[in-house]
């Protein structure tokens, strides 16, 4: 079956640690995003690709790193520097980065801190 | 910026139609979307419709979109225990020619027996 991964489900992080929360899908999907959700709030966007080797910042990228050195991948690392990261992480792909391609998403990683 | 607003709690009983109500600021918004999230879960994709479009109705989901307003909304027929879940609605139009979607806070629809 066609999907996102997302691993783990739930992760913990100690003071001053990075952590890497990782992304796979088997869609053929050329674009890929990562959301993070606080409770009673919507989404908002932390980072998103287009195509390999290529990433732009979203609105919230402050504390957060990524890359995408393959199609199917996407890990979002919560770096030291993110100093409120408890939260539930959302990845997303579409077909292709444009308007009328829908976003298809995991079923998130739950991160807090220890 | 744009915004998505959403009402944040609606209850209603098994087997009554439920309706979600959603508005926007983007004038040039194309696409329009509903996502259902249940607990612990990720977002699935329930419906979308084309701002050409007035209605677009799909088994149970019915979506109305009246642009002059800026208003979307989101009826679901004979409502079941198993629609409980939060319903997000988002945008993405033109100016955002890699589709970047706004999201609202989401609605908690609460289903009762």
């Not at chain 1, 908002?44 to 199917?72: C, H, M, P, T, W």
């Not at chain 1, 890990?75 to 298809?104: D, E, I, M, R, W």
């Not at chain 2, 909304?73 to 993405?92: H, K, M, N, P, V």
Request: charged content about 20%; proline content about 3%.
């Amino acid at each position: 079956d066609g999907g996102i991964t997302q691993s783990p489900k739930y992760l913990f992080r100690k003071e001053g640690q990075n952590v890497t929360l990782s992304c796979e899908q088997n869609l053929n999907h050329d674009a890929m995003y990562w959301y993070r959700q606080d409770p009673g709030q919507g989404l908002r966007l932390i980072y998103y690709s287009q195509i390999v080797n290529d990433f732009q910042k979203g609105d919230i990228a402050e504390g957060y790193s990524v890359s995408r050195e393959k199609k199917e991948s996407f890990p979002l690392t919560v770096t030291s520097a993110q100093k409120n990261p408890t939260a539930f992480y959302l990845c997303a792909s579409s077909a292709a980065g444009g308007y009328n391609q829908p976003q298809h998403f995991g079923d998130g990683t739950r991160l807090s801190i220890l | 910026g744009e915004d998505v607003e959403q009402s944040l709690f609606l209850s209603v009983r098994e087997g009554d139609s439920s309706v979600i109500n959603c508005t926007y600021t983007d004038s040039s918004s194309t696409y329009l979307y509903w996502y259902k999230q249940e607990p612990g879960a990720g977002l699935q994709l329930l419906t979308y419709i084309f701002s050409n479009m007035d209605m677009k109705q799909d088994q149970r989901l019915t979506v109305l979109l009246n642009k002059k307003d800026k208003h979307l909304s989101l009826r679901i027929a004979d409502t079941q225990t198993g629609d409980s879940a939060i319903y997000f609605c988002a945008e993405t139009g033109v100016t955002d020619s890699w589709g970047k979607l706004q999201f609202g806070a989401g609605t908690q629809v609460v289903v009762t027996p």
